[in-house]
């Protein structure tokens, strides 16, 4: 490990914490940079990109490592990493939130909770929010209030030529559109600074039911959705949970079909609304009114790194065939770990004023799927089951979000073509030589 005052802290290969330091959520990805950064503040940040440019290296931002998959090869590249970048402010008052780029969804929830307040916060308290709010960021009350990177009001970040930029509404505007969607291609961001929402108490839980029910449960959760308010947002998921000593004992090893729930207003409301759920008989129901931070773990997302692949879909319904085909591919003895099916729609669908490049998903679900590999060899098994998962929901798929999204890919796909083309313009006038790697890259027009 070499450290300098101009650099801040840097590992190589070699250097003792080398494998801590390239390591990521996703086990199944081996990490093999030139050198990770670590540095501590702005002239830090700015010193490193300028020696990767002198060295002729490019730039991978990443801060939790939570979806490096996209960026493929890391030959000729410099990782640097932002976990040094601290610092967490909240103004209850004005409903904003200031937080350096090492900041994770953990780092604030709880303290807003207590504020009765909420950010547009996802599955994961693990998750950086720098990243989640570049990529887009879809969450709980995502069908209420929209994406959380347009809930975002000043970025500031350090550009190729080492200058340190503060861009919002009325500052380097085609900069900030530019980075709330189109990801860590611009520049290495330092701080961020968004908006929260007032939210005491919400009616929010899991209902969970045995793993033989899943085609009734979809069944009757799907045909639940073109009626529901935007006040509440419905995840239904099937999950094998793996047989893990840290899970509680009610889930370790089980497999169950779950409605996860969370409603903006009263209990009332809620068993009025999720009537037909309900009547189905879950085994367990957790539902009950509770603070914002009832929210932070309500997926059961894994905070433990783990190996796995995964495949995804934006569509715009769950058919009876893809009902059928989902319930028998992830049924008892799959390969298949989880699918989670959002639904989205509601704020997600209108482009609010002064939106970012991510403005608006298509589609009423998200569909997630992904599958724990214990040993490499049963990724051929798994993949054909996530091929599977993929093809059932084909034929309504209508796009692609791209924070879930975990391999390589043409990243013009998830914008149309006017929007990619503006995000080209913004690349070229701040990083003509494409020195900055985002996992999505958006090259230089
Ligand atoms: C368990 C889990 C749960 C998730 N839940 C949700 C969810 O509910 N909703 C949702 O929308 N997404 C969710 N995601 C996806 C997540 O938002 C993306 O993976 C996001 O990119 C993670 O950001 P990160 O910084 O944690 O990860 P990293 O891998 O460290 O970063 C990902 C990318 O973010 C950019 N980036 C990060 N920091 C900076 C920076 N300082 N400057 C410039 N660019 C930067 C870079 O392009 C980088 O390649 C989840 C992912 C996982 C693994």
């Not at 959520?25 to 093999?32: E, H, T, Y």
């Not at 008052?93 to 090492?102: C, M, Q």
């Not at 929010?129 to 960021?137: A, D, N, P, R, W």
């Not at 997302?301 to 692949?309: E, F, S, T």
Request: with cysteine.
């Amino acid at each position: 490990m070499q450290t300098s005052t101009n650099l801040g802290r840097v590992v190589r290969p070699g250097d003792d914490a080398w494998d801590a330091a390239r390591g990521t959520f996703n086990l199944l990805i081996d990490q093999s940079p030139e050198a990770i950064a670590f540095p501590a503040d702005d002239r830090e940040v700015a010193a490193v990109i300028a020696y990767a440019r002198e060295h002729g290296l490019r730039v991978a931002p990443q801060a939790t490592g939570h979806n490096p998959g996209p960026l493929g090869s890391l030959a000729g590249t410099l990782i640097l990493n932002t976990s040094a970048l601290t610092g967490v402010s909240i103004d209850a008052g004005a409903r904003r939130v200031r937080v350096g780029a090492a900041a994770k969804w953990e780092d604030v929830t709880p303290q807003l909770s207590e504020l009765g307040l909420a950010a547009l916060h996802g599955s994961s308290p693990d998750v950086g929010i720098v990243g989640y709010s570049l990529g887009g960021g879809i969450g709980w009350l995502a069908r209420k209030h929209g994406m959380q990177c347009n809930a975002v009001t000043a970025i500031e970040l350090v550009t190729a030529d080492g200058r340190l930029v503060r861009t919002d509404a009325n500052n380097e505007p085609e900069l900030f559109w530019a980075l709330r969607g189109g990801g860590g291609n611009f520049g290495i961001v330092t701080a961020i600074e968004f908006s929260v929402f007032p939210a005491r108490e919400l009616y929010a839980g899991a209902m969970f039911f045995p793993l033989e029910r899943t085609s009734d449960v979809l069944r009757t959760w799907s045909g639940l959705l073109p009626a529901l308010p935007e006040e509440l947002t419905t995840w239904a998921t099937i999950l094998h949970f793996p047989p893990l000593p840290e899970l509680p004992d009610a889930v370790r090893g089980q497999s169950f079909v779950i409605v996860m729930v969370a409603l903006l207003g009263t209990e009332a409301e809620g068993r009025e609304l999720l009537r037909p759920l309900h009547r189905l008989g879950p085994a367990m129901d957790t539902l009950a009114m509770q603070p914002p931070i009832g929210l932070a773990d309500l997926a059961m997302d894994p905070v433990n790194p783990l190996p796995y692949l995964s495949t995804t879909a934006l569509i715009d319904e769950l058919s009876p065939s893809a009902i059928e085909d989902l319930t028998r591919i992830a049924g008892v003895g799959s390969t298949v770990t989880m699918v989670q099916l959002r639904h989205i729609g509601g704020a997600l669908a209108r482009h609010q004023p002064g939106a970012g490049a991510r403005a608006t998903l298509p589609g009423n679900i998200v569909m997630f799927s992904l599958s724990v590999v214990p040993d490499l060899s049963a990724a051929p098994a798994v993949e054909a089951d996530l091929d599977a998962i993929a093809a059932a929901v084909a034929p309504n798929r209508v796009g692609n979000y791209p924070n879930f999204v975990e391999q390589p890919t043409d990243a013009s796909l998830f914008f149309n073509t006017e929007t990619w083309n503006r995000l080209r313009r913004v690349k070229s006038e701040y990083d003509p030589q494409d020195v900055f790697r985002g996992n999505h890259h958006v090259p230089a027009s």
